[in-house]
């Protein structure tokens, strides 16, 4: 099946600071991408949609400005975290759509972001 | 907008017995559904998707079906065991060339040995 990996896994940043969450498709070219984020108990909200070369949709009340979002390439699209605060904490999933089916997404395993 | 609800939000059952876990969704507009599972920290494991046309699919003990003009789906396990244990969540594929997809919020299982 098509693989999905996201780095890092888990990350701690200060207040303030900016992280970079990426995800790669590893074995299939993803035309479109994903980014979830999933607070504890609660089900996956998506946050914004990336077709490779555009710019992002986002869903509405997402901050674009502070969550940017790039898909550069046909495998990798990148989600950072600008100026983190401690409600920004959460667990953020990528999933990538593309070639050989258009409609199924295969998710990454997951970043679980930590800001104090 | 398209609303996913599951019910029960956590199920406690005794190893071996079979369940069903439900999922409904409010608009029929659908171009797949689909079933994942979720262990605890983890991310998600696709179990089994239905297409718009098609009733049912099948795989080992899991077994999943799709009305899709009343916005209903079943999951249904069989002799469950407490490796089944997790977060079961599912999910409507909008349609159109936008493909996003709305979770429900989730039955939590816990599979008593």
């Known amino acids: 099946g098509a693989v999905v990996s996201q780095h890092p896994s888990w990350v701690i940043c200060k207040s303030g600071t900016s992280v970079k969450i990426e995800c790669r498709s590893l074995?299939?070219?993803?035309?479109?991408m994903f980014w979830y984020r999933q607070f504890p108990k609660q089900s996956l909200m998506l946050m914004a949609t990336s077709n490779e070369g555009s710019k992002a949709t986002y869903e509405q009340g997402v901050e674009k400005d502070k969550f940017l979002i790039n898909h550069a390439s046909l495998t990798l699209s990148t989600l950072t975290v600008t100026s983190a605060h401690p409600e920004d904490s959460s667990f953020y999933i990528c999933?990538?759509?593309?070639?050989?089916?258009?409609?199924?997404?295969?998710f990454g395993p997951g970043t679980r972001l930590t800001v104090t | 907008k398209q609303e996913v609800t599951q019910i029960p939000a956590a199920l406690s059952v005794p190893e071996g017995e079979n369940l069903v876990l439900n999922c409904s969704f409010t608009?029929?507009?659908?171009?797949?559904l689909q079933w994942f599972r979720q262990d605890p920290g983890k991310g998600l494991t696709s179990l089994l998707l239905?297409?718009?046309?098609?009733r049912e699919q099948t795989s080992g003990r899991l077994n999943a079906s799709l009305d899709k003009s009343s916005g209903r789906s079943t999951l249904y396990i069989a002799a469950s065991q407490p490796g089944d244990s997790a977060t079961y969540l599912c999910a409507v594929q909008r349609s159109g060339s936008a493909r996003q997809l709305t979770f429900g919020s989730g039955t939590q299982l816990t599979v008593l040995p």
């Open positions: 074995d299939f070219q993803a035309t479109t």
């Open positions: 608009d029929s507009a659908i171009y797949n």
């Open positions: 239905i297409q718009s046309s098609q």
């Open positions: 999933s990538a759509m593309g070639q050989p089916n258009h409609y199924e997404q295969y």
